[in-house]
């Protein structure tokens, strides 16, 4: 029965991704109306498959590999990684317009300093929440190969690309 749940919540999980994608398709083309320039196309499809590729893993993990639902470890991974769904919807709120998935930089555009992107110490709060949940939704139900794998790869694209990407990019705004 635990098996069945958790394939539940990834899949609500991967349900609410594509409904942050239509938003953020939304947001790119209005950008891009105004003038928008988009900065790090080359990586951008290797976080689709990342992210994609972790969704996946967590059910592959735990169906092939028969793991247990271990309740000391799963029901505090399940509260973390709903915690951090409630961070990327502040996110996406304080960023409003703005946000999307992609790093396009309109003219003319300030930087956002409300929400969690008003703390200098915190440049980058959903790529922290974006870490934390790649540890907490597979270890849910104990998918520890798949967090790992994850956390690895994820550190990868995001130190060696994305975020010297979005900091050039930032740049341009100020």
Do not use: D
């Not at 105004?34 to 790090?40: D, I, K, V």
């Amino acid at each position: 029965m635990s098996v069945i749940l958790y394939v539940g919540l990834v899949l609500l999980t991967g349900g609410e991704r594509l409904f942050e994608l239509s938003v953020s398709k939304r947001n790119a083309a209005a950008a891009f109306a105004r003038g928008g320039t988009e900065y790090g196309r080359g990586h951008f499809p290797w976080m689709v498959t990342l992210h994609t590729g972790l969704l996946l893993a967590c059910i592959a993990e735990v169906v092939v590999l028969n793991r247990p639902f271990v309740p000391g470890l799963g029901w505090p991974m399940l509260v973390i990684a709903l915690l951090c769904q409630a961070g990327r919807y502040w996110i996406i709120h304080s960023l409003g317009s703005q946000w999307n998935t992609r790093v396009i930089v309109v003219p003319g555009a300030g930087r956002i300093a409300q929400g969690p992107y008003r703390w200098a110490w915190l440049p980058h709060p959903n790529y922290l929440l974006v870490a934390v949940e790649g540890i907490a939704l597979p270890l849910v139900h104990t998918a520890w190969m798949t967090a790992l794998g994850f956390t690895v790869l994820n550190a990868v694209l995001l130190l060696g690309f994305r975020i010297p990407t979005e900091n050039r990019a930032l740049r341009q705004l100020a």
